[in-house]
């Protein structure tokens, strides 16, 4: 396995999906099959997601910008090109994740002032080499986010979910088409299943 996952160097992986995709379970599984340092977001540290659930509308954009400081503050501290002698990066999210739900959460007017300033700090932070996206049918996201367990998600809307797909995948294909692997989630148990993990890494080293 390790001398497999050798043939890749500083290369920087982004897992991208919705709401209960399985993108932080398959991150973890991967770093450690590519050897890679592992990016987890720190969404629990956001002092306004429990009550964004509870009033979007007025929370909105609070806990935009705060996702946005807290993102940036991560990524802009990965190696900013990629070396052979660097380690692989495998992370949960990419940085267009943040105009990905801006956009779904904000007013027009408030999206465009967004956007500026995620230009002038996730626009300029290094971005993945190879973005591997998880798609899953809404009834699939809702057993995954109910598993879970998290309080603030106890409510989640089936058309904020629905929404989010179509962004996601709208987004990927004008903009990713030449550097996405595509999974349907659904067919894949990363969790328990050697076979099934090992068919993403071949899926990642073909595209190298």
């Not at 992986?13 to 592992?38: D, P, V």
């Not at 929370?59 to 807290?70: G, I, N, Q, T, Y």
């Not at 992370?91 to 002038?120: G, H």
């Not at 603030?152 to 629905?162: A, G, P, Q, R, V």
């Amino acid at each position: 396995m390790l001398k497999r996952a050798s043939l890749i160097e500083g290369k920087y992986i982004a897992i991208e999906g919705n709401i209960g995709s399985g993108k932080t379970t398959l991150a973890k599984l991967l770093s450690e099959r590519l050897n890679a340092r592992l990016v987890l977001e720190e969404f629990e540290e956001n002092p306004f997601l429990g009550r964004f659930y509870e009033d979007k509308e007025r929370f909105a954009f609070s806990v935009e910008m705060s996702f946005l400081a807290d993102r940036y503050h991560q990524l802009s501290n990965l190696p900013t090109t990629q070396d052979l002698f660097l380690p692989n990066l495998v992370a949960d999210y990419a940085p267009f994740k943040s105009l990905i739900f801006a956009q779904n959460n904000l007013s027009e007017v408030e999206f465009q002032l967004y956007r500026k300033f995620w230009q002038m700090a996730l626009g300029k932070v290094r971005q993945p080499d190879l973005l591997i996206f998880l798609h899953r049918p809404l009834e699939s996201l809702l057993r995954n986010i109910d598993k879970r367990g998290r309080f603030y998600e106890k409510n989640m809307s089936h058309n904020y979910l629905l929404r989010l797909n179509e962004s996601y995948a709208s987004f990927i294909k004008q903009n990713w088409a030449s550097k996405v692997i595509d999974l349907n989630a659904d067919s894949f148990d990363f969790l328990h299943s050697e076979s099934d993990l090992e068919r993403v890494v071949d899926a990642v080293l073909e595209k190298y």
